[in-house]
Structures are given as C-alpha cells and as structure tokens.
C-alpha cells in the first residue's frame, strides 16, 4: 500500500457510489472522513463501511445532513479535498421538486464554504449526473459538457425523477460559480447511469433500473429506451484521476457506452438465457424521452481509460444481485 496521502472527505458514505470511492481511496493510500445522515450513525446498517481494508486504521465516520450545512464542518477540517457524493434522491418524487433542489444547493455550497474555511482543502469533486447535461431540446447526435439541460425542457419530458434531474443541473451549475466567485478549484464530474456491483446493503437505484428488463420492472423500460451507462469503477477512477489531475479545470462527462432498449434486450437475451427477457419486438411500442448518447472526449483526452464495457457492468450487477438475494 501507498504511504497516506493526507485526508480527504468523501460526503454521503452509506451511498452506492461513495462506498465505492471510500473503497477504492483507501486503496490509493488516503484517510477517509466520510459523512452519514444523523439517523444511521453508529447503527449495525453502516459496519459493512467500517469491515472495508484498512477502515480500522484510515476510515472515521460523521454524522451530518444537507439539511444543515454547517454539520459538515468537522469531517472537513484538516482535509486536503472533499468528494461531495451525496445527494437528496427522490426518483418518486415523494417531496416537491423546489424542496429537494434547496436542500441539494443549500448543503452543497454550505460544504464548499466548510472548505473555504478550512484553508486546507486544496480541491473539490462535485458528483453530479447525466441528467444534468441530456434534457433539452439540443438535436445533436452526441452531447458534450457545453450543454446543460434545461430545467423546463425536464419538467416536460422527464416526469420519472424530475426532482433528482433538476436538482442535479441547478447544484452543479452553482457549486461551479461558487468556486469560480472564491477562487476554490472545484471540478465536477457527470457520469451517465451508473451500473456494476454495489458494496452497500440497499439495491442501488440505478442498477434496479438497468435490470428492469430482468427483473419485470415494466415501469421503468421507458427510462431505457436510450440510455447512456458507465460502470460504478470507472466513475469513481475518474473522480480520483481527476482529483489528482494537475490541469483538471470545470465539468467532465463520465460515459463509457450507448444502447436502446432493443440492443439491450438482445444483448440481455443472449448474455444471460437464464431470465426471460422481453424480446426487442415487443419493446418497440414502450413510450419515453430517447436520451442523446454522451461524450467522453475531455476526460479521455487527459489520459483517462475506462475499465469496463457492457458485459463488465452487466455481469457484476447481476452477479452482486444474485448474491444480495434480489435475483
């Protein structure tokens, strides 16, 4: 293992994502701080968090919320950098869209000023997604991170997790000027759907709906009728390639394939002749927005290599998921 690398926060820990890049950190020879909500601190939910190599000796949990900024405070101090993973996720829209995207701006520039204070951090990774650069009405074949997506343009076409899109796009937007207005360096990163194994003891939101197709969820096909997805490893490689990039400067688009849900349905049937795959001819009549595929080339151009294709992602998910007990 590499000798410390100093501290650095990673928000959100109990998430898919973050458990993941609190894994792969401590690899890389960091000590972690990582944040939970007050409600999980010091419960049995979070130990898979303290069993991870090299927890015991590089690894101490806070309790915060984004609902209080300011209790992100002390898993900041004395930080070289801060991963800001967590987000509200509300894809049922249980809370109205305004609430969500508050609380998501309010917690994240209220860690960001934690990190002014600290007069440590050196460099912030804001975690934001897809969904804040595909929903428009741009009627390019391919979307770099030039575009944004359009808060009205969502509310239209983007009824399933309206509040996550928007509450995505608008954090990202301001985290950025923030940083740009204080002179904080501040890079985010967009991945696409996020797929592959997860660490976490709940089924992670993005796999469940990359696996509608094996698991019936009929409810969700129109969320795959093109979907752009990168697998779980990679987007938390990107994050720490960038966070340790000398010239790593504004938004990067994290995507590593492209398919519609016939493709998918194809690949699913052929891969995987265990389950009963809907076949692509009765998928043609599923309704829903075809989301534009999404490019790479920045963050590839500064020497970034994915991992995983397709069957990388597919084959861990389902192989996590018939070991979690949900398939």
Known sequence: MERSKGAVCV????????????????????????????????????????????????????????????????????????????????????????????????????????????????????????????????????LDEDSW???????????????????????????????????????????????GPFICPKFAASVRTLLALVLGNENEYSFLRRVSLVHVDDVVRAHIFLFEHPDAKGRYICSAATMTIEEMSKFLSERYPEFQIPSPESLKEVKGHRFTALSSRKLLDAGFEYKYGIEGMFDGAIQCCKEKGYL
């Open 11 to 142: 928000t959100g820990g109990d998430g898919f994502v973050a458990s993941w890049m609190i894994t792969r950190l401590l690899e890389h020879g960091y000590s972690i701080r990582t944040t939970v909500i007050p409600e999980l601190y010091g419960s049995r939910y979070i130990s898979f968090l303290t069993n991870l190599p090299g927890a015991s000796e590089r690894l101490r949990i806070f309790a915060a919320d984004l609902s209080d900024p300011q209790s992100f405070g002390p898993a900041i101090e004395g930080c070289v950098g801060v991963f800001h993973v967590a987000t509200p996720v509300d894809f049922e829209d249980r809370e109205p869209e305004p609430v969500v995207t508050k609380r998501s701006i309010d917690g994240a520039l209220g860690i960001l000023r934690a990190c002014l204070n600290s007069k440590t951090v050196k460099r912030v990774m804001y975690t934001s997604s897809g969904s804040a650069v595909q929903l428009n009405n741009s009627s390019a074949d391919i």
């Open 149 to 195: 997506s359009d808060v009205d343009s969502i509310r239209e076409i983007a009824a399933f997790g309206a509040s996550y899109a928007i509450s995505k796009t608008l954090t990202e937007k301001a985290v950025l000027e923030f940083g740009e207005r204080h002179g904080l360096e501040v890079v985010t990163v967009a991945p696409a759907c996020v797929h």
